[in-house]
């Protein structure tokens, strides 16, 4: 039997009750985004969740999203938090028909969980509960207004005889049920535009706080232009020299760390026998040096696209160790960014002659935010994952028994010495192309022995010497192509690299990237009409 109160206030239907929840859950977590970007963007709730679901992925689950998905990898992540998200939000809509107060508690337990996760950010401070609060508050308040409105349709319909005493509603033809209803409906429309519309402009907000602006002192050194590629002569061939803006990028953070240069400092120490800390601006004022390095990620499939190469202009990271005097009997460097990663590399890779840089410029230009801004660690040789820190504010000598990094702790190789590789470009794979003269065309790359040759195979035939493209130095990628008589047919292409002074050979070993990096000669398949 139902209350009194039952009967005077009916439940609003189902589907309609699910809508509410998701539109409550949408303007609340489109607003507390827009807050997160005013005052800390780590802190809005889709985002916290997501860098808490990033840290405790499995390893082998991480490399396969980076290999299924490359740069939108993050994207399909947020994308999956807000999905769930939403389905909660409903389900807080149907509890809310019959018990209101069960659905404001699964809206409430929602925001308190994104808070939480802010909160576990390094960074955080106690304004990041803001954003969680901000959509707890606006959430529950549309979803209570919504509910308010539509509750009074649906009495107002259980009490179809009322409409026969206003007559100007019968001459319209629009009963009040039927307004209310219209009514609660623009509403609910309203407020999920506005939290579109907040989330939007929150993230533009972000975006045009990650922009760099300001100039870079010369550099000490003058290295000579680079040459002309080959890319104005063979189409679809990697250019010799990458675009800051097509430069590869992979990282745990689902935002870019927005720092403050003027705020920004790094520390080195650790066990060293003269601990000290740099501004930005002292930085800016030692001698800077260019370097042309390739970078490969260790995530890097056999053919992958996760490799670039710059013009890196910075501070040798050996001064800045010889400065601080390194103890004898330490392995590592534990570096740090501003949000609390951590990376580790070998100490002596940082003091040998290759040149490891903290970088403040790339490509002429000071570093973009999504690539480090205000300096990185640039290390000829070795994946990013252990020598490419961006957003470092901390480096610290110590030793591998005493810290693990990010990584480490996921069971990847300590060492990360980039294996040499061979990658064809074009033709692409599984393309047609006609028969007569087909350039094969890629690049190539053995950082810290430096690529001697490249050849290639068409199916079982004996393997043939392709052009070189002009050579930089060790660690800078090489440009290469290959003559095909091509003919009709269907046929498998192969490449690989040779390297160092005694000219090793790529190895054919195929090796998946976990735990140190990719290997085997890269095939593609290509029919020739």
């Given at each position: 039997?139902?209350?009194?109160?039952?009967?005077?206030?009916?439940?609003?239907?189902?589907?309609?009750?699910?809508?509410?929840?998701?539109?409550?859950?949408?303007?609340?977590?489109?607003?507390?985004?827009?807050?997160?970007?005013?005052?800390?963007?780590?802190?809005?709730?889709?985002?916290?969740?997501?860098?808490?679901?990033?840290?405790?992925?499995?390893?082998?689950?991480?490399?396969?999203?980076?290999?299924?998905?490359?740069?939108?990898?993050?994207?399909?992540?947020?994308?999956?938090?807000?999905?769930?998200?939403?389905?909660?939000?409903?389900?807080?809509?149907?509890?809310?028909?019959?018990?209101?107060?069960?659905?404001?508690?699964?809206?409430a337990v929602l925001t308190l969980a994104a808070t939480v996760a802010a909160m576990l950010s390094p960074t955080a401070g106690i304004i990041a509960v803001l954003p969680g609060l901000v959509t707890a508050a606006v959430g529950i308040a549309c979803m209570t207004a919504l509910f308010a409105y539509s509750?009074?349709?649906?009495?107002?319909?259980?009490?179809?005889?009322?409409?026969?005493?206003?007559?100007?509603?019968?001459?319209?033809?629009?009963?009040?049920?039927?307004?209310?209803?219209?009514?609660?409906?623009?509403?609910?429309?309203?407020?999920?535009?506005?939290?579109?519309?907040?989330?939007?402009?929150?993230?533009?907000?972000?975006?045009?706080?990650?922009?760099?602006?300001?100039?870079?002192?010369?550099?000490?050194?003058?290295?000579?232009?680079?040459?002309?590629?080959?890319?104005?002569?063979?189409?679809?061939?990697?250019?010799?020299?990458?675009?800051?803006?097509?430069?590869?990028?992979?990282?745990?953070?689902?935002?870019?760390?927005?720092?403050?240069?003027?705020?920004?400092?790094?520390?080195?120490?650790?066990?060293?026998?003269?601990?000290?800390?740099?501004?930005?601006?002292?930085?800016?004022?030692?001698?800077?040096?260019?370097?042309?390095?390739?970078?490969?990620?260790v995530s890097n499939e056999v053919g992958g696209q996760y490799a670039g190469a710059a013009r890196w202009m910075g501070i040798p990271v050996s001064d800045l160790l010889e400065r601080a005097k390194p103890r004898s009997g330490n392995n590592q460097v534990l570096s740090t960014s501003v949000d609390g990663y951590t990376c580790s590399t070998p100490l002596k890779a940082l003091q040998d002659d290759r040149g490891a840089l903290l970088a403040v410029g790339m490509n002429g230009e000071p570093l973009p935010r999504d690539h480090g801004y205000p300096a990185r660690l640039i290390t000829p040789g070795l994946y990013g994952y252990v020598g490419a820190t961006k957003w470092v504010t901390r480096l610290t000598v110590t030793t591998f028994d005493k810290d693990k990094a990010y990584w480490t702790k996921r069971k990847w190789s300590i060492d990360g010495e980039i294996k040499p590789m061979a990658r064809i470009d074009t033709p692409e794979p599984l393309t047609t192309v006609s028969a007569g003269t087909v350039p094969i065309a890629g690049i190539a790359w053995a950082q810290r022995q430096g690529i001697t040759g490249v050849e290639v195979k068409i199916d079982d035939g004996p393997w043939k010497a392709a052009k070189l493209g002009p050579e930089v130095n060790i660690d800078y990628w090489r440009q290469w192509w290959f003559p095909w008589e091509a003919t009709p047919g269907t046929y498998r292409v192969f490449a690989r690299c040779r390297y160092g002074d005694d000219e090793k050979t790529q190895t054919k070993d195929r090796a998946k990237p976990f735990p140190d990096g990719a290997s085997g000669w890269h095939e593609i398949a290509v029919i020739v009409d």
């Open positions: 039997m139902k209350t009194s109160t039952e009967a005077s206030t009916p439940a609003v239907g189902r589907f309609r009750a699910a809508i509410f929840g998701v539109i409550a859950t949408v303007t609340g977590a489109g607003v507390g985004h827009l807050v997160a970007a005013l005052i800390r963007p780590e802190s809005s709730p889709v985002l916290a969740v997501g860098s808490v679901v990033i840290d405790n992925t499995p390893t082998p689950l991480k490399t396969w999203a980076i290999r299924t998905f490359g740069d939108m990898d993050k994207l399909i992540l947020v994308g999956s938090v807000a999905i769930v998200t939403l389905l909660l939000g409903a389900i807080a809509g149907l509890l809310a028909r019959r018990r209101p107060v069960l659905g404001i508690a699964v809206l509750s009074k349709s649906e009495a107002a319909t259980s009490e179809g005889a009322d409409t026969n005493s206003d007559e100007s509603s019968e001459a319209s033809g629009v009963t009040p049920s039927r307004r209310i209803l219209l009514k609660s409906t623009g509403i609910g429309a309203a407020m999920a535009v506005i939290g579109v519309a907040a989330g939007a402009a929150g993230q533009q907000i972000i975006t045009a706080a990650q922009r760099v602006s300001g100039t870079l002192p010369d550099p000490s050194n003058i290295l000579a232009k680079l040459p002309e590629g080959l890319e104005k002569k063979i189409r679809g061939i990697t250019p010799f020299r990458t675009k800051n803006s097509d430069f590869y990028r992979v990282d745990i953070n689902l935002t870019v760390p927005t720092v403050n240069e003027n705020e920004w400092t790094l520390k080195i120490d650790g066990d060293v026998e003269n601990p000290y800390e740099l501004t930005y601006q002292d930085i800016l004022d030692m001698p800077l040096i260019q370097s042309d390095i390739t970078m490969t990620c």
